[in-house]
């Protein structure tokens, strides 16, 4: 029963959550739907596995083949998060992950993207007024195999030599559903959980640790092996009926074994990951990165940020 | 039952074949396992969906966690290799697949480490002489995607131009068994077969549209989602008896339409990999490179192969 | 003397030739100049080195500062590049260079940025006749050292394969300006001069060797060192007047002596670049790949384009 | 006269000071050269323009065809940073510079290829004990540009969370002699001087801003063109002997003029480098990293780390 989501949504589907258990969820329709969750109790919590607190969730399905459906994923997403943001002037951008493993990459592809603006407020007055810039700092901490520091404790150090009003964190999540996979973004204001994302970044990252407001925007990249197997046996056992589940639970026991040997004994994690996720990165960081720049540079439209962030 | 194997040896596995269908099999045991696979007839071909040859396989689990192992593994590789070789002195590498795909890449990532000498025969030969260099040459033909070129024609292109008395063909393979990926190659006198691979090379690539004799080099670096999700389902009927295959012909039309569910509607084709992929492709293309210079470059010693291919 | 340009224009202004010397140039001046040269006999052939035939050059300073500029940039060389093309319908396009050399990566960067179209016209032929496009194939040859195979004869492979009406040949090049660095574009229908570039690619790829029209593309991205410091102490000599020159004379013979000290006895090639040649060598494919797609996909407007083109 | 240097050792060679002026130096011959230099008082730091301190510079010209020589470069290299660190054992590694910027990325690219140990103390202590590893963290802080943020304030930030006894800062160079690029290794107790470096990494990073020990571990990779220029000028005035001073002063306030239409009116900075800089920069990261490998892992023999470090 141990499957790994990082999407609010997803947890309180899979449980059939509502209201009654402290799950609140309302959805805007539209080209590019939104659904909004609130974890209200400690209830809902322990039941999704998430912290209490506002999750938005974002669907862009079809968005790379489409160039209009595209700007509009954008301008959704820059709207959902300019709510998050709360009118916070001075923000911290911080890509968690891994650059050198194509699934984990998302965040500091995103951070590639952004228009760093901080330095320019002192270097270039005139330009940061006229173009009614935000102030856009960034960090990409890599993870504690490449630094042996805790993530958590460099971005807290950048953090204080900032000053920021909020911190973006962006991420790669995993999720349950492979329809999910680089088309759909959760954006919230709960930080980071320890132990989520694709690679292991540890140490919650949060209000509490942060002492300012953090918001993290994931995206899910991979599905579990584990998940998607477990996901298929389920369903079988569910069409099954009385008889199925009273034959079934003489070998439920042995399961997990099956799976096991299913999944080959391999010793790293498996995922599974669209074939041509390397190129769904790529579009999702710039999804991401015009969304953000939108929100925090709201003085700039569309055609100034393409030519600001360059070939 | 479509289940997607570019593996002889796991053909004849899952079919149980054996020597009375036209598959032989020997495996020499060790460190360093090697299983040699014959298919010595239509019969055989059929049942496997491979073409009549010969088929070597190398099984390298554990050679990335152990220096030593590794070194045995790449000199096990080099001498199956030369067997294939039979002595060929001018040697075309190709390698195919799509650098920009992670787990596509392998091909040119290992033509990217070979020692290439063609040209040096001319243009230093002495050194050429000195070493006892063989005659590498190598080509990187991208995907059809990125040329509109089919790449076996400028494979026979390169050939026509070189002259070479073999052609090695490195490629990605998907297999079976997730224990495979990144731990097998498949040394093959069959060519590369249309369709297989992790992308999509297309027309046959073997010593017939090449006029002289093809070596494929490859090695799994992703399983079939589709097909490590049928294996799964198909050892749970296995287990349940007569009286469950009974009731699962019931919904086994049904079946596909369960795991299309599962893998959830999804475009694209899904791949399963080790969370650590980009890493393995990079150590796989390592030992693939030196085997072959080994292989190729009869005079040169590990040191001199290491000192040559650099940083 | 031996001062190393790759642009007609510069050796002709170099040595101060003229309609006499069989030199022709014309230029239209505008945001965008272009100078036309056309080198008519052996004469200007031998004074400038280059054979003889047609030379335009585009100048675009300041393009990359300015988003307008830029598209007036790529619309100037879309349409030079059109009157070069004179109808080809079918055209194979390849990029020299090493990948892995910043300053030689110009050509193959732009074949990343193509819209290659010839296998679509058999895959998907409606959507081929709705955009109408044209039929574009694309080569990488990679250089000498990577694959042992003369580059002329893999193009002309290519070439057999593809049977166009021209060949596209892109290519970074040498010029003695600074300021003329990623900011000038050479179309030529002489082809490649052998030697010629930043690495050396050796044979030359002309419409001799290919049996087809070959239009070369070159942008400078390095000043030979050596080129630049003969050139500042020619002009201080220049400014010595006789006296100067007189006494010059007596150390002239030792002049090389001194430059060679200065650029210090190392033994690989010295070359000038601005500091921010990465970037420079991005933001000079896009616009070439860009004009390239509007002179080969004559039916597709910008948006289309970048569009197509991806992330 | 403003000729850019970031070695002290060049700094004194072109003002040829001595002990008089507090220059102390002394020269250890051998296959691998080192120099030794002490700036003792303020005059002699005035005159060259480098802090109070000591600086030591290994010479290894060759050491990239010959493996021999590396090797004997790596082991002299290891040994003076070993002096420098005096014993420190939890050392905090910063690799300056633009990763994406060719000739700026070797600090980035030296903290790639570090055995980064300072987690595994309690994650796997016993192989911590066993390797008799030392306790090394890495940071790559990014450029201003990229994050906002003043480097010496990340900096310091990372060294508030780990406490280290020892900073090693890793940095690109600007150097007067080609002969010495990518060729010569200056290590130095005085930090990094602002400004200098092959980008611009603004604030002073010391012992007094960090107040720990900073050890500076600087490679040039480019010349300044200007100075390139500069010095071939002066050679030539040096021979013309007084009658050519006294002519030479008449044109010599317009000297910087004729550099400046020789440099091309080029807004951006020019650099001169070796042709092969993006292999030399891979090379020379290697170089580094193993040597500081060696002195901070003491426990380590070349083939473990090659082990601990290889793809």
Chains 1, 2, 3, 4 share one sequence.
């Not at 995103?110 to 940061?128: A, G, T, W």
């Not at 935000?134 to 000053?163: F, H, M, W, Y």
Request: with cysteine; proline share 3%.
């Amino acid at each position: 029963m141990n499957l790994r989501t990082d999407l609010a949504v997803e947890a309180g589907e899979y449980r059939q959550l509502g209201e009654a258990d402290g799950f609140l969820e309302t959805v805007s329709a539209g080209e590019i739907p939104v659904s909004r969750v609130r974890i209200v109790n400690e209830n809902a919590a322990r039941l999704t596995g998430k912290p209490m607190g506002n999750y938005a969730t974002v669907f862009f399905n079809g968005a790379f083949s489409d160039d209009e459906l595209f700007d509009k994923a954008v301008d959704r997403t820059a709207e959902v998060l300019r709510e998050f943001l709360k009118g916070a002037k001075n923000v911290l951008a911080v890509g968690l992950g891994n650059a050198e493993m194509t699934a984990d990459a998302l965040g500091p592809k995103v951070i590639d993207r952004l228009i760093i603006s901080r330095h320019l407020k002192d270097q270039l007055p005139e330009l940061y007024r006229e173009l009614a810039l935000g102030n856009l700092s960034a960090l990409r901490p890599g993870v504690l195999g490449q630094t042996g520091i805790e993530t958590a404790k460099l971005i807290r150090a950048a953090a204080d030599a900032v000053n920021p009003d909020a911190i973006l964190v962006f991420d790669a999540l995993a999720s349950r559903r492979v329809k999910r996979l680089c088309a759909t973004v959760q954006i919230s204001d709960t930080g980071i959980t320890p132990g989520s994302g694709v690679g292991n970044h540890r140490s919650r990252i949060d209000r509490n640790s942060m002492e300012v407001p953090v918001i993290s925007i994931g995206v899910p990249t991979v599905v579990d092996a584990a998940t998607l197997a477990v996901d298929a046996l389920q369903k079988i056992q569910d069409r099954m009926g009385e008889e199925g589940k009273a034959m079934a639970s003489s070998w439920a026991e042995d399961e997990g074994q099956e799976l096991r040997e299913a999944l080959g004994g391999y010793e790293n994690n498996l995922v599974v990951t669209p074939q041509d996720i390397d190129a769904l990165i790529e579009r999702t960081a710039k999804l991401l990165s015009e969304a953000t720049n939108m929100a925090v540079h709201g003085g700039l439209d569309r055609e100034q940020i393409d030519a600001l962030t360059g070939v």
